[in-house]
């Protein structure tokens, strides 16, 4: 079976809604218009009656070219009828029964009483209207049968069908036009969409239109703005990262080329290739760390860590090997972060670990409540660098390409912190706190 469109779709639901309108309104209106002709033909009757009564005397037929009117003259002297083309559908009799019933219902003698009623004779129904006075000894009844009231609900049900029927017909050309509009400005997204991949997300398109599908438009741009600054930034990633690895390499394959042509010490070619081997092995480890970072357990339950054991164990490695950089520590024992022992290990170790390049003498650490501050006295960092810091290989203002920044930006993330760089008076602070701060 053949997929329907959103066009086709929504011209058929909206013709279902208004088909079952025009069936409810039908029905009402037949209702409505079937009460107004009965009010009109009593109204008439009412009108006629009296005008017959006037004429009472004349002894002469009385027609009237609108309605199929009979009338019932009953005087003191007179007696006079006119049946109007009505003798197949009632008698004499049936009139007079007509006016006992009216009598019956007139319980107030010697008034001018002007009463009607229906009712059904031979199975067609009949409307009586009398006047009468003296407690019905002399009276006039006009009568009709309900060809008027008929023929009026015909032309009234006709008539406002018709102008119904139109005003649907002109809904469904509109919902048509409209939804074929809708129609075609999805599609032209979708194809936009498939068409991404081809032109490797550089393409743009956007529909202007301040409703649901302008907004899908909208929102499907900025997926593809934030895809591709993502494919971009891999590209970026994977070119320097070949450009990191590519040193290590090198330096390796060269020392052992000298070592094999003889040309080398041993013992120094062996401790470059193992001090360059080390350092790829911490490259790699780092790769790996980042990629782990796409892949954290969302339902494990984060720990509560004490950082200040986390830092103290840095530390210590670090002084051992920087000597000519003093290492300040102020922290609250207490302090504990939310997360994971070995993540906030690899975060702190990653900033120490970036400091050190750039201080000049001293890294200050200040541990307190929801706050982590590390601090170094090197140079300030420019502010095209601080708002690229985390983007993983990212060039920094020495130069150098690295991973553990971005590590440590989707760490901290990760556990609800947010990471800030600082340039103080002197030097750099790498600060990490809280994301909401409590008033």
Known sequence: MKKLN??????????????????AFSVTTITFATDIAEKETFNRLSTYV????NKSGEQKPYNFPDMN???YIKGETITYEHFQNMHDLLTTNDIENAAMSI????????????????????????????????????????FTDNSYATEMVKDIVIKVNSLFLLVFLIAIIVMYLWSNSIGRRLRKIQIHILNLPKNNYESSYL?????EVGDLSRSVEEMRLEIYDNEKTKQEMLHNLSHDFKTPIAVIKTYAEAIQDGVEDKEVSA???????????????????????????????????????????????????????????DLDENVVFKGFTENWYTVVDNIIDNAKRYAKGQ????????????????EHIDQKFIDSAFKP??????????????????????FGMNLHVVNEEIGVSFIIDNKIVEK
Do not use: W
């Open 103 to 142: 009598k019956d219902k007139n319980n107030t003698p010697n008034v001018e009483y002007i009463g009607q009623f229906v009712t059904k004779i031979n199975n067609k129904k009949i409307n009586f209207v009398a006047y009468t006075d003296n407690n019905m000894e002399t009276y006039t009844i006009v």
């Open 6 to 23: 959103i066009s086709s779709q929504l011209v058929i639901l909206i013709f279902i809604i208004l088909l079952a309108a025009v069936c």
């Open 363 to 378: 890294i200050k650490i200040v541990l307190r409540e929801n706050r982590l501050r590390i601090y170094n006295d090197g």
């Open 50 to 53: 009296l005008l017959v009564n």
């Open 207 to 211: 529909d202007n239109y301040e409703d």
């Open 271 to 329: 401790n470059k290739i193992i001090e360059q081997a080390d350092l790829l092995k911490k490259k790699v480890n780092r790769l790996i760390q980042y990629n782990r970072l796409e892949y954290f357990n969302t339902d494990k339950e984060f720990e509560d860590v004490k950082m200040s054991e986390i830092i103290n164990d840095i530390v210590v490695n670090y002084k051992h090997q920087l000597e000519n950089i003093d290492f300040i520590l």
């Open 393 to 414: 290989y990212e060039k920094g203002s020495k130069g150098q390409f690295g991973l553990g920044m971005s590590i440590v930006q989707k760490t901290v993330d990760y």
């Open 69 to 71: 009117i009979g009338y």
